[in-house]
């Protein structure tokens, strides 16, 4: 099949990689001029794209991604080896309450790839150059479908602003600001069906490098994020000796625009002592990087029970975000890419594909989307409460047949089985219900609950102390 993938980032790429593999044709389309750099420096220095703002956010390859690199692009796992990527074995996550750090068999899968987004990349576009019947065309802009009109359309080629192209099937991994709708629309056909939930963060990111000769004052890639009373910050190691940092305030906490100043950055950090002792030992390689309408979203292209096209399939932040804080998104992306190999090889008719598809937005996708909600909506109310004094969220009833995102991740933090089973939903092995519905993870975390003491809260700072450091 000739397949033109729209958009050359993670989810685009993925595809165009997967597919071209399966022998199909592809023609690979990005709005901006991309181009290899010569090295991960010289990526990181060139990241920023303003259409892509999350490009130099701080990033994280969660176990699902790992595990499925490994299993169906290996090549792409050993070049992001050899271009610096850490491994952090599961042991680097464990915190200092568990204490039994015994080995289990598995522990293996819960491993994490620790890797600025940059060096990702520039790793995901050498490999494009590397496949034969992938051919970039960059700097091209798709402006909307061309279809052969029927109920629903089918779509045998797309308009871009360097000519119209056709082909047996569009792929659109255009990100978050997908403009699936307008080119549904255009040609008369329904838009797709978009579920909002409210995410509600800011993100401010810095890079930094470890010192040459310091030493750092906890294991490298341990991945902490912490949500303070006002704020979440978090730290963990990436490529090549580099330290990503946030500082992700509630998007409507006006007191947190002058962290883009690095000077307000580093002072906010200072207040946190944890991070204090980390920004001893680092020395800044970036400006900060601010983002924010970070969205949790998701979209289905069956609507009532109707595919609203056909021969277009959308993945990656085009079909879901979510609150990057858990680090979701390449993994919803590979296993999209991965899906719709399988369902070509095995379907060929349209609207079955389309039918399949979606089965796995509602199987595969929807769960974590649906999770995330929940969690921010828990964590929405908490800041809002602490900060703009809003009623303090009503603790939620307890269930005896599932147990909550937050109960888990506490228990968790005593218990080996309890650290592994949190560690499968937060790495994207296991789906959340899975685990939070499992009778003997139920029963185990309400009686860990039950007997330890809460830990003694994260040293923070005080909110005097916090408009101290703002004020900078
Ligand atoms: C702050 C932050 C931190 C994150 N951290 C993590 C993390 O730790 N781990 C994780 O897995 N995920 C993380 N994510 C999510 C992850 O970044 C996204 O899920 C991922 O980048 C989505 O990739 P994509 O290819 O679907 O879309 P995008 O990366 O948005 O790429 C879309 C591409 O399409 C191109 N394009 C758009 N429109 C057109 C058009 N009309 N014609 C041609 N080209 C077009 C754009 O130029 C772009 O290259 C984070 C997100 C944020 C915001």
Not at 83 to 112: C, F, N
Not at 253 to 266: A, E, G, K, N
Not at 313 to 320: L, Q, R, T, Y
Request: glycine share 6%; proline share 8%; charged share 20%.
């Amino acid at each position: 099949m000739r397949i033109v993938v729209v958009g050359a980032s993670a989810a685009g790429i993925f595809t165009s990689l997967i597919l071209s593999r399966a022998g199909h044709k592809i023609v690979l389309l990005d709005r901006d001029p991309l181009a290899i750099a010569p090295d991960v420096e010289s990526a990181a220095a060139a990241a920023f794209r303003a259409g892509a703002p999350q490009l130099v956010q701080p990033h994280v390859l969660l176990p699902r991604v790992r595990e499925l690199l490994i299993q169906h692009l290996p090549h792409l796992y050993h070049a992001l080896i050899a271009a610096g990527v850490q491994e952090a074995p599961i042991s680097t996550q464990m915190p200092s309450t568990l204490a039994d750090k015994s080995p289990h068999p598995g522990d293996e899968r819960l491993t994490l790839l620790m890797t600025r987004r940059s060096t990702f990349d520039w790793v995901l576009l050498q490999s494009v150059a590397a496949q034969h019947n992938i051919e970039p065309r960059f700097a091209t802009r798709s402006t909307g479908i061309l279809v052969d009109k029927g109920n629903p359309p089918q779509v045998i080629g797309l308009r871009t602003t360097t000519g119209d192209l056709t082909c047996d099937l569009v792929i659109d991994a255009s990100g978050y600001r997908s403009p699936i709708d307008q080119w549904l629309r255009d040609v008369g056909a329904q838009p797709t069906q978009r579920i909002q939930a409210e995410c509600g963060v800011a993100y401010f990111s810095r890079y930094h490098r470890i010192r040459r000769g310091a030493t750092p004052p906890g294991p490298r890639t341990t991945r902490l994020v912490v949500g303070l009373d006002e704020f979440t910050v978090g730290i963990w190691a990436a490529d090549n000796d580099t330290v990503q940092i946030a500082i992700a305030p509630l998007a409507s906490d006006r007191r947190f625009l002058p962290v883009r100043d690095s000077r307000v950055f580093s002072a906010v950090l200072t207040s946190v002592p944890y991070f204090k002792n980390w920004l001893d030992v680092l020395e800044p390689i970036s400006d900060v990087y601010a983002m924010g309408a970070v969205q949790n979203s998701l979209r289905r292209l069956v609507v009532n029970e109707r595919p609203v096209v056909l021969g277009l399939h959308a993945i990656g932040d085009a079909i879901c975000t979510t609150n990057p804080t858990l680090g979701r998104g390449l993994g919803m992306a590979l296993s999209s890419a991965l899906e719709i190999d399988s369902i070509l090889q095995h379907e060929p008719d349209l609207a079955r594909q389309a039918f399949h598809f979606d089965n796995f937005v509602s199987t595969g996708i929807q769960p974590f989307f649906e999770d995330q909600a929940a969690i921010d909506a828990a964590r929405l109310a908490a800041l809002r409460s602490k900060i703009f004094d809003e009623p303090a969220p009503s603790p939620p009833a307890p269930r005896h047949d599932r147990v909550s995102f937050a109960e888990l991740r506490s228990a968790s933090a005593f218990d080996p089985i309890l650290f592994r089973a949190f560690w499968r939903v937060f790495g994207m092995l296991a789906k959340p219900d899975d685990i939070y519905s499992d009778p003997a993870i139920t029963e185990r975390t309400r009686s860990v609950l039950a007997e330890q003491e809460p830990p003694s809260p994260f040293p923070q700072p005080s909110r005097e102390q916090l408009a101290a450091a703002l004020a900078v």
